[in-house]
């Protein structure tokens, strides 16, 4: 029954953010549709979305140790950007990032299903350089807050875990134009931290802080894959 009733849980939530995304990417649709009929003008803003894949390095995400750490090998990865370009060449931003994982394993006697969210925001520089009339090369950076969530169910009891700390990020892409105001873009990128060094514990109406060392400090550092579509004005 705990089974099949996490799966559902599961499930719920994979559709909630298939949704998420969805909604995200029809907007920047209706934004480039709306953008066609502008007259032309210099772009100084742009604005992206894209979904991937992304893969763990060397991290972990489990509250019960390293031990447990194989469960998870990657998840859903998704962003939203925003640059002013103060040049062809040069702009600032800011970058929001989600990743999603689940996983399912046995805790000695007890099984444990967990459900993890990753998000990160912060300020991002950004360098472009042509590649051809419609094609950009792009390279951007940042560092800023990352913040850690596992709802998780240890047989019947359930419990959450949260922890924060600071931040990193880069990412590199290729953007292909193929309308005035629309590009469709692909690139691989990394963040992640090392430095959680502290959780907070609610389950069974009480909340408790813990100090976090090895084996069970949390570490979190991805590499992923993702495409979307970027807007200009």
């Known amino acids: 029954m705990t089974a099949i009733y996490c799966s559902g849980i599961l499930n719920q939530i994979i559709i909630h953010m298939k949704n998420v995304y969805l909604v995200v ?10 953008a066609q009929v502008k007259s032309s003008h210099a772009e100084k803003v742009e604005v992206s979305a894209g979904i991937g894949y992304g893969w763990l390095l060397n991290s972990n995400l489990s509250p019960y140790g390293l031990h447990y750490r194989g469960n998870y090998d990657g998840g859903i990865q998704g962003s939203v950007d925003a640059f002013y370009k103060f040049s062809k060449r040069f702009g600032i931003g800011a ?14 006697p007890a099984l444990v299903s967990e459900d993890i969210q990753v998000n990160y925001v912060g300020p991002q520089m950004k360098f472009s350089c ?8 792009s390279v951007s950076y940042g560092g800023g807050y990352l913040w850690y969530t596992d709802k ?3 047989d019947e009891t359930e419990y959450k875990v949260t922890a924060h700390s600071w931040g ?18 692909a690139n691989i990128g990394c963040f992640g931290t090392t430095d959680i060094k502290k959780s907070k514990v609610e389950s069974q109406g009480a909340t408790t802080e813990e100090e976090m060392h090895d084996p069970y400090k949390l570490s979190f550092k991805s590499i992923g894959l993702m495409a979307g579509i970027r807007v200009p004005f």
């Open 25 to 34: 990417l029809f907007t920047f649709l209706a934004c480039s549709l709306h």
């Open 95 to 108: 970058l929001y990032t989600n990743f999603s994982t689940s996983g399912n394993y046995s805790v000695g």
């Open 130 to 137: 042509d590649i051809s009339d419609r094609c950009i090369l």
């Open 152 to 154: 998780g169910w240890q």
């Open 168 to 185: 990193v990020n880069i990412n590199c892409g290729v953007s292909y134009r193929v309308l005035s105001h629309l590009d469709v873009f």
